[in-house]
C-alpha cells in the first residue's frame, strides 16, 4: 500500500523532533503558533545552508559584498518602501470552522484544481494514444481540456485583476462562483473578503504615539536599499555589483502553516542586484538560470524544481518569476528573482531628501540604478532539503536479513556531522583511548561525533537518521595495523584506510568545492 504524500509529511515533521533537527517554540507552555526552534542538529545543517549560500554569492563573486543590517530601521523607512499602506494580504473568515484563510491562496488552490483536471485528460490520452499523440493538438481541440483550461485562465485573469486594484468584493465574487470550502470542515459559509495588514510594530523605549512606533522588518532587502551609497562608496564597488545579507524577518501571516514553510518570524537570504537603467532584463534571466543552477548542485532532481512567472506583478516590479518545489503539499514557492527596477532606491531619495545616485564614469553621469532580486528563505530551503532526504529504505541487517532503516540522504557538505566515530566495543580501555585519538584528529577539520553506545548496528542506523554521511569504526586490527573501517552512508560500502589518511579522505570528499 502506498503511503500517502501527507503521511510522509507527518513523519518527517516527527522526525525533525525526535532527532533534534526542530522543536516547537515554548513548548512547555504548550508551545506558540507557527514559531519553531532548531536544535542540534537543525541548527548545524542550517548553518551549512547558509554557508553555501554566502560562498556563491559573496566569496565566487568579486563584486558581490556582504552586509547585516538591524532589525530596528527608521519607521520612515517601511513609509518610503510602501509597507505601512500597502503590506496587506486578503483575508476571509470561515463562519462555522472559525479559520482564516488568505482569499488569494483559496482562490488559486480552487485554479491549479481546474487545471490539474485538464492535465489528467491530457495523460489519459497520451497513454492511450501512445508516441503517436499529438499534444498541442489535443490541448486545442479537445472540448472538456478546452473547457478546463478557458476556465483556469478566466478566473487566473479574474483574480490578478482583483488583486491589482484592491478589489476585495470581487475576491469575494470569485469564492461564491468556484464554490470554494474550508478545506477541513467543507463549509461554504465565508465572510466578507478584507485587508489584514502583515507588519508587526513596537515602541521605541518608554515614547508612546506616532512618535514612538518601531516596526519588526517584515523583509531584509530595505536594509540594503539605504545602505547602497554606504557600501558602494567604502567598497569602491562599480555597476554592475550586489549586496547579500542573511538576516530575520517577520510577518504577521494569516496563515502560518506546513511547519516551517510558513511561520511568523523567519531567515532570508537576499541579494540585491544594482545595474544600468536598460539592462535589468539581461540580469534577470541571469540570474534565474544562475540561481536554478545552485538548487541542481544539491542533487535535487530537475523534476522536483520549476519556474513559476508572476500574473500578478508587485507594484515595485517590471518582471518577476519563483522558483517552486514540490514540497510533499506540492509545488510552492523557494525563491524569488524579482526586476525591482528603481522603485526602492528612488522612493528612499524622495522621503529622506538624500541622493541615492551611482556616478558612472564611462558614461560620465549620474542615475538611480535598477535593481534585480534574488530572494530565498532559508526555513523553507531547510524543509525542501529534508523533505528531498527523507528516505525509507530496505537494506540488510548484520544477519543478511531485510530491514528498514531512515536515512537523510543529504549532501556531505551539508550534512550537521561530517564523521562519527565509532569504538566496536566500549568496554575495551585500548579501543577508546584509540578512539579517543582518531575523534581528536577529525574534530579539528569538521563536525564529528562520538559514539559508544548500543550494537554497532543500531550506531549507524542512529547515523543514517542525522544524514552522517561516514562512519570510522575503531576494531582491533586497528590497534595492530593502525587501519579503521570506513562506511558511506548511502552506498553502505565499508573500506579499510590508514588513520593517517582519514582527514584528507573525509575532506575530500566533504569538500564545498563539489558544489562549485
Not at 528516505?391 to 543478511?400: K, L, S
Request: hydrophobic share 35%; proline share 4%; charged share 30%.
Amino acid at each position: 500500500m502506498a503511503i500517502s504524500l501527507e503521511d510522509v509529511f507527518k513523519k518527517l515533521v516527527s522526525h525533525c523532533k525526535e532527532y533534534g533537527f526542530i522543536y516547537p517554540s515554548s513548548e512547555i507552555y504548550d508551545g506558540l503558533s507557527a514559531v519553531y526552534d532548531y536544535g542540534p542538529y537543525g541548527v548545524e545543517l542550517k548553518n551549512n545552508l547558509k554557508t553555501y549560500w554566502w560562498k556563491s554569492m559573496v566569496q565566487m563573486n568579486e563584486n558581490i559584498v556582504g552586509l547585516d543590517a538591524a532589525i530596528f530601521m527608521h519607521p520612515k523607512i517601511w513609509k518610503a518602501s510602501g509597507h505601512v499602506d500597502a503590506f496587506n494580504d486578503p483575508l476571509v473568515d470561515n463562519k462555522d470552522s472559525k479559520k482564516r484563510f488568505r482569499a488569494d491562496v483559496l482562490i488559486e488552490d480552487a485554479i491549479d484544481k481546474i487545471t490539474a483536471k485538464a492535465e489528467k485528460e491530457v495523460e489519459k490520452a497520451r497513454s492511450r494514444f501512445g508516441e503517436s499523440f499529438d499534444e498541442k493538438l489535443y490541448r486545442e481541440t479537445n472540448p472538456r481540456v478546452s473547457e478546463y483550461l478557458k476556465k483556469s485562465s478566466e478566473y487566473n485573469d479574474r483574480l490578478n485583476k482583483a488583486m491589482t486594484e484592491n478589489d476585495m468584493v470581487a475576491l469575494k465574487t470569485i469564492i461564491d462562483e468556484l464554490e470554494i470550502t474550508d478545506p477541513d470542515s467543507g463549509s461554504r459559509n465565508w465572510t466578507e473578503v478584507r485587508q489584514f495588514n502583515l507588519m508587526f510594530n513596537t515602541q521605541l523605549g518608554n515614547i508612546a504615539g506616532e512618535e514612538g512606533k518601531l516596526y519588526l522588518r517584515p523583509e531584509t532587502a530595505q536594509g540594503i536599499f539605504v545602505n547602497f551609497l554606504n557600501v558602494q562608496k567604502t567598497t569602491r564597488q562599480k555597476i554592475p555589483f550586489g549586496i547579500a545579507q542573511i538576516g530575520k524577518a517577520f510577518r504577521n501571516e494569516i496563515v502560518a502553516r506546513q511547519f516551517i514553510f510558513r511561520m511568523r518570524e523567519f531567515e532570508q537570504m537576499e541579494m540585491q542586484f544594482f545595474v544600468k537603467p536598460g539592462e535589468e532584463m539581461n540580469w534577470y534571466n541571469h540570474w534565474k538560470s544562475t540561481r536554478m543552477k545552485w538548487h541542481l548542485a544539491l542533487g535535487t532532481p530537475a523534476s522536483k524544481l520549476r519556474f513559476h512567472d508572476h500574473e500578478n506583478l508587485a507594484h515595485y516590479a517590471n518582471a518577476a518569476v519563483d522558483i517552486q518545489f514540490d514540497f510533499p503539499f506540492g509545488f510552492k514557492e523557494l525563491e524569488g528573482i524579482h526586476s525591482r527596477t528603481d522603485f526602492d532606491l528612488k522612493s528612499h531619495q524622495e522621503l529622506s531628501g538624500k541622493k541615492l545616485q551611482y556616478f558612472d564614469p564611462e558614461e560620465n553621469e549620474n542615475y538611480v540604478p535598477y535593481v534585480v532580486e534574488t530572494s530565498i528563505g532559508c526555513d523553507r530551503m531547510f524543509l525542501a532539503i529534508l523533505s528531498q532526504a527523507y528516505q525509507e529504505e530496505t537494506v540488510p541487517d548484520a544477519e543478511g536479513q531485510d530491514a528498514t532503516r531512515i536515512v537523510l540522504k543529504l549532501h556531505p557538505a551539508l550534512a550537521p556531522v561530517k564523521c562519527a566515530v565509532l569504538p566496536l566495543v566500549k568496554n575495551k580501555p585500548e579501543l577508546v583511548d584509540l578512539s579517543k585519538q582518531v575523534l581528536g584528529k577529525l574534530k579539528s577539520s569538521f563536525q564529528c561525533q562520538y559514539d559508544d553506545k548500543d550494537a554497532i548496528g543500531r550506531r549507524y542506523r542512529r547515523q543514517d537518521a542525522i544524514g552522517t554521511p561516514y562512519c570510522v569504526t575503531i576494531d582491533f586490527d586497528s590497534l595492530s595495523d593502525g587501519t579503521v573501517t570506513l562506511r558511506d552512508r548511502d552506498s553502505l560500502q565499508q573500506e579499510r584506510i590508514s588513520i593517517d589518511d582519514l582527514v584528507k579522505t573525509i575532506e575530500a570528499r566533504i569538500s564545498w568545492t563539489n558544489l562549485f
